[in-house]
């Protein structure tokens, strides 16, 4: 923090950028919020590694993670109210990177998604334009996501307005709480 006090007074402001994504709608909980048990120490279980086409517990841990990395950026957003130090977030939409090639859902599967895959995505330059907008925009805004607009494959990078999960005061003080306690145990 006392670094990016320092930068916010010799350049006008600072920035921390999140990189989200549009799965953190995907989010398998009752409320499609947060769920605790993905913001501690788990010994590895948390529901195993079954792979299913966007569901399952390999897919419900990655929504999660970046559902916090929105959340994050909300909470953030309302501790730093001065303006000095902007909170930001982005979602790349459907982006053509690397990302998923490890996964394997069996040829036709495959097939298809790459197929489909390869008419909607946009490239991983496009995909990389909300990060840019966040980090170098003039205008970028503190407490905003930008990305193709409604958290969608493809378009410009524009505000996303958050959902309630996003800004729920309880889930940002769990992850808060998570995050101290983390951060916490590497002091000890």
């Given at each position: 923090m006392?670094l990016?006090e ?8 600072a920035?921390?950028v999140t990189?989200s ?5 995907m ?5 499609k919020?947060?769920?605790a048990?993905?913001?501690g120490?788990n010994?590895?279980?948390?529901g195993?590694d079954?792979?299913?086409l966007?569901?399952?517990?390999v897919?419900?841990?990655y ?6 990395n929105?959340?994050?950026m909300h909470g953030?957003h ?16 459907g982006?053509?990177t690397n ?6 859902f ?8 790459k197929?489909?895959?390869?008419f909607?995505?946009q490239?991983?330059?496009?995909g990389?334009l909300?990060?840019?907008?966040g ?13 193709p607009k ?6 410009p990078?524009v ?8 800004t729920?005061?309880k889930a ?8 101290e306690?983390a951060?916490?145990?590497f002091k000890?």
């Amino acid at each position: 923090m006392p670094l990016l006090e320092t930068g916010a007074a010799a350049h006008g402001e600072a920035r921390i950028v999140t990189h989200s994504s549009g799965a953190r709608d995907m989010c398998q909980t009752p409320n499609k919020g947060l769920d605790a048990k993905f913001l501690g120490k788990n010994g590895g279980k948390l529901g195993g590694d079954e792979l299913k086409l966007f569901k399952g517990p390999v897919f419900e841990r990655y929504f999660q993670s970046k559902l916090a990395n929105s959340v994050h950026m909300h909470g953030l957003h309302e501790r730093l109210k001065d303006g000095k130090i902007k909170a930001i977030s982005a979602h790349p939409g459907g982006s053509d990177t690397n990302l998923g090639d490890h996964l394997k859902f069996g040829y036709f599967t495959d097939m298809f998604m790459k197929t489909v895959f390869s008419f909607m995505a946009q490239t991983s330059e496009d995909g990389a334009l909300g990060l840019l907008r966040g980090m170098m925009d003039p205008e970028a805004e503190s407490g905003v996501l930008y990305g193709p607009k409604k958290s969608g494959i493809s378009g410009p990078a524009v505000p996303n307005p958050p959902k309630e999960y996003e800004t729920d005061p309880k889930a940002i003080e769990m992850l808060f709480k998570a995050s101290e306690e983390a951060v916490a145990s590497f002091k000890n």
